[in-house]
Antibody, heavy 120, light 106 residues
Framework: EVQLLESGGGLKQPGGSLRLSCAAS????????MNWVRQAPGQGLEWVAT?????????YYADSVKGRFTISRDNSNNTLYLQMNTLRVEDTAVYYC????????????WGQGTLVTVSS | DIQMTQSPSSLSASVGDRVIITCRAS??????LNWFQQKTGKAPKLLIY???TLQSGVSSRFSGSGSGTDFTLTISSLQPDDFATYYC????????FGPGTKVDIK
């Protein structure tokens, strides 16, 4: 059974940094592209970033986070990361990690989410 | 960037009703369209991918159709467990979600 468990959320001041983690199990982690998706309170879903399968050399970002957030993966520890720098109030959201289907850009399994609050 | 719209934004329906939600892309996305269901406080759940392929384990009362710019999600006979918010999402270029359609009890 696929399991994705996010951690690292919390309260940060604007301009601060935070690193989210997503521990994966139940599948061959390195073979699948992975994603972060966020949802601001009471709002819809927003794709944040994707890292390709394998070594993770290919990464993709939403314009809203480009240059501030970095997605990465550690295949030896089956863990996905999101380094969030220069945080803004509008980054406040529940952050979900999601696994893609094999060689398809379809997010078929999701974690339960971790809440990031950016406030002074 | 590809923009996604959904209609209606919300609807009220009764158990047993046929429900149709539409999704439109700002440009041709072929069949790179996925549908998700989200219940309050829970993670989204993949229902349909590639416009019409039912995800494993999802009830056959859900179906999807369309290609190009216009897509639909149909729930053939609404069940109590189906009251939720539904999102379409394109994966043709980047990934963009629609704004969602909330289905609640009439």
């Amino acid at each position: 059974e696929v399991q994705l468990l996010e951690s690292g959320g919390g309260l940060k001041q604007p301009g601060g940094s935070l690193r989210l983690s997503c521990a994966a199990s139940g599948f061959i982690f390195r073979n699948f592209a992975m994603n972060w998706v966020r949802q601001a309170p009471g709002q819809g879903l927003e794709w944040v970033a994707t890292v390709a399968a394998g070594g993770g050399g290919s990464t993709y970002y939403a314009d809203s986070v480009k240059g501030r957030f970095t997605i990465s993966r550690d295949n030896s520890n089956n863990t996905l990361y999101l380094q969030m720098n220069t945080l803004r109030v509008e980054d406040t959201a529940v952050y979900y990690c999601a696994k893609d289907r094999l060689v398809q850009s379809v997010m078929d399994s999701w974690g339960q989410g971790t809440l990031v609050t950016v406030s002074s | 960037d590809i923009q996604m719209t959904q209609s209606p934004s919300s609807l009220s329906a009764s158990v047993g009703d046929r429900v149709i939600i539409t999704c439109r892309a700002s440009q041709n996305i072929a069949r790179h369209l996925n549908w998700f269901q989200q219940k309050t406080g829970k993670a989204p759940k993949l229902l349909i991918y590639d416009a019409s392929t039912l995800q494993s384990g999802v009830s056959s009362r859900f179906s999807g159709s369309g290609s190009g710019t216009d897509f639909t999600l149909t729930i053939s006979s609404l069940q109590p467990d189906d009251f939720a918010t539904y999102y379409c999402q394109q994966s043709f270029s980047g990934r963009t979600f629609g704004p969602g359609t909330k289905v609640d009890i009439k």
